[in-house]
């Protein structure tokens, strides 16, 4: 992971347990200048291909695995609660955009 978030050890606790992976933070959170730089070596023939260039340009620092517990709650969550906000609100979206014009429709 990067970006900001992945600075924080919850956040990153958070994320494995979420999706049920194992996820780690890398030696720089920048990673769109990561990948551009990895771009660059390979079309510059730094390397080989892009398996050598992130053997040789990634480095992962930290890595968390996912709570099992954590796991089965996320899951509970995802299925037994947010899989059903959408059509449920649904209807309450659609009186908001009759009432505010927004979104428009073409």
Known sequence: M????????????????VFGLQTSRLHTSNLSALGAAIDAAVMLEIYDGFPEA???MVRVTATFTPREENVKV?????NEVYKK???????LHASIARITGYPKTV
């Open 2 to 17: 990067g970006g900001g978030g992945s600075q924080s050890n919850e956040i990153m606790q958070i994320t494995a347990d």
């Open 54 to 56: 992130v053997a040789n």
């Open 74 to 78: 996320y899951d509970r969550l995802f």
């Open 85 to 91: 906000m959408y059509p449920a609100l649904s209807p």
